[in-house]
């Protein structure tokens, strides 16, 4: 059976002015390199995909979601049902189609040539900043808990010399049940998850959420019209509200670039001003010891884990982490494993930081890298600069 690719597209609608030019821009940024077809297959009947290297790197990461997108387009192409496909204003040849998930959806920006569909780009779905979408927004910002600042994070960890329990996106997907890219859920982790964020904050330990729209650790117009942030909450607030159950939470933005822009780093490293320090980290992960963040500690031993899905060998991290004196100070890196690990070292008598992504973070505010997640997981070649 010869299908068209003419007659499956040729009565889609048409992109709003606000989304076409924002995928026209997106576009205009690729290059030549960007363009070329790394990988090509057939879809169904007489028609093929094309992969771009752009999205090429994407999807070989991605293969639930590379399925996703050629499932669709074999729908559309037999069944005529194109819905979700929309040609984009001012452009002949550009169309994008949406593949829905629970957080960040995404849409897939394709060109049609004949019997092939050629895909350029993933870019998150487009929000348009439609009033009901700031009413929506105003009426979660009214209901999210109290967040203290970072400069009152780090007070309060100080004045308590009390532990650390970050929540980002990744530990707050998780305590829903969805998957993160570095650590597979499981009913054990979702449960202590939520068990530490209703047990909340005390003079032991600071338990952290982000803030409701960050100033600098945000993506603005990551969705169209939108930042990071407030997509995430239009998305995820529902599914999340009844897990803040505590008068106010630290700020998970302590450990994030917002820190360096809103506090000196003096202040920041009085955290572990000559302390002795266990890092716990993953191995050949993101987490760099950089000396002139930590080159005010006492000495430091280090304890590697797993990068990727570190949960999974949990009581043997704990075990090897009880081994040590109780006088010593834990700073870890370890996603969603930290959050537990803080709060349980906390209970058995030490004080323990959950600082996440904090060098690379450091490297962020410097202008070095764009963002923490821009870091693979894993970095075969990754060296672990020791503090002088």
């Not at 330990?205 to 942030?229: A, K, M």
């Not at 690379?360 to 410097?366: G, S, T, V």
């Amino acid at each position: 059976m010869i299908i068209s690719l003419e007659s499956v597209f040729s009565n889609v609608n048409v992109c709003t002015k606000e989304e076409s030019d924002f995928i026209l821009d997106v576009m205009s940024k690729l290059n030549k390199e960007d363009l070329a077809i790394v990988e090509e297959k057939n879809l169904c009947h007489n028609i093929k995909i094309q992969y771009d290297k752009t999205i090429h790197e994407w999807i070989q990461k991605k293969a639930v979601q590379k399925k996703k997108i050629e499932d669709s387009f074999v729908v559309m192409i037999q069944e005529k049902h194109n819905n979700d496909i929309q040609r984009i204003r001012g452009s002949e040849s550009l169309y994008r189609i949406e593949i829905y998930d629970t957080v960040h959806s995404s849409m897939i920006i394709f060109s049609l040539n004949i019997d092939t569909i050629k895909v350029h780009k993933r870019e998150n779905n487009f929000v348009k900043r439609t009033t009901d979408v700031s009413i929506k927004l105003s009426q979660i910002e009214a209901s999210y808990p109290q967040v203290l600042s970072t400069s009152e994070s780090i007070a309060y960890i100080m004045n308590n010399e009390c532990s650390l329990a970050r929540y980002g996106d990744g530990e707050l997907n998780l305590c829903y049940g969805i998957d993160i890219g570095f650590q597979k859920g499981s009913l054990k982790l979702q449960k202590r998850l939520r068990e530490i964020l209703n047990h909340g904050s005390d003079n032991k330990i600071l338990v952290t959420l982000p803030e409701f729209n960050s100033r600098f650790n945000n993506i603005t117009n990551c969705n169209g019209q939108i930042s990071f942030w407030e997509n995430y909450w239009l998305k995820m607030y529902d599914n999340l509200k009844d897990f803040f159950t505590q008068p106010f939470y630290g700020n998970t933005d302590v450990s994030r670039n917002s820190v360096f822009f809103e506090n000196s780093l003096a202040e920041i490293k009085q955290l572990w001003k000559q302390r002795e320090v266990v890092f716990l980290i993953g191995r050949n992960g993101r987490f760099e010891i950089k000396s002139d963040l930590f080159n005010n500690v006492k000495n430091f031993e280090i304890i590697y884990v797993p990068p990727v899905n570190a949960f999974d060998t949990y009581p043997q991290i704990i075990e090897v982490c009880l081994k040590v004196r109780k006088d010593k100070l834990f700073l870890i890196s370890a996603g969603p494993t930290a959050t537990v690990l803080a709060y349980d070292l906390m209970n058995y008598g030490y004080q323990a930081l959950d600082i996440g992504h904090l060098p690379n973070c450091y490297d962020q505010y410097l202008g070095i890298i764009k963002y923490p997640e821009s870091i693979p997981h894993v970095r075969p070649d990754a060296v672990h600069n020791e503090a002088k």
